[in-house]
């Protein structure tokens, strides 16, 4: 059952909700896979390192996740001598409407990848559900160019966690977006404080 809707059928009182929605939150950040976070942690630093563009991508609120991602890899890593060249392709409304408008939007993700990845590249596809036709179509464009991808997930991980060579899977029910949408930011978080650090002492 979508533990979300549980908890405002047991005592719709805001304070009742808000600690049962934190102290499940903290059950599910308790399951995250801290050996394929160090896995995701490696792929960012070896596209730098080889010079490779690390690009971010998701829909709605993995959109928003993926630009975030981008400006505290990117910026917040401090990293000017050694970069990350991080890009979020949902960021431009004019390229993500005119692909739409053109192709099609399942094609809104693939089609800025074409003729620009490399293989020292890397593509960090978010998705909760797995299943974003156009986060797939992108993911299988990556694989067949040779480069590595990060995938982000929730629920069961759907086709993505599938595809990925790496994945990083925030376990919940089908249907709460919105803890595995935050377990997503706190790993941006994480990842970013870590990175800062590591490039800190370089």
Known sequence: MNRIEELYAQDASPATFARGYLDYLAEVLA?????????????LVRARDEGGRIYFFGNGGSAATASHFVNDIAIGSRSWQR?????????????????????????????????????EDL??????S??????????????????RVVGLTGF????????????????????????????????DHLVGAYVARLCAQA
């Not at 399951?31 to 792929?43: A, K, T």
């Not at 593509?123 to 909760?128: E, P």
């Not at 991980?157 to 935050?182: K, S």
């Open 83 to 119: 970069p990350f060249r991080a890009v979020c392709l949902s960021d431009n409304n004019a390229v993500l409407t005119g692909i739409a408008n053109d192709f099609g939007y399942d094609r809104v993700f693939v089609q800025q990848l074409q003729g620009h990845l490399h293989p």
């Open 123 to 128: 593509v960090v596809a978010i998705s909760v």
């Open 31 to 43: 399951q995250l896979d801290e050996h394929e976070i160090e896995r995701f942690v490696l792929e």
């Open 156 to 187: 069961d991980g759907g086709r993505l966690r599938e595809l990925a060579d790496v994945a990083v899977h925030v376990p919940t029910n089908a249907g709460e977006y919105g803890p595995a949408e935050d377990a997503h930011m706190i790993l």
């Open 130 to 147: 797995g299943n974003s036709p156009n986060v797939v179509a992108a993911v299988e464009y990556a694989r067949s160019c040779g480069v």
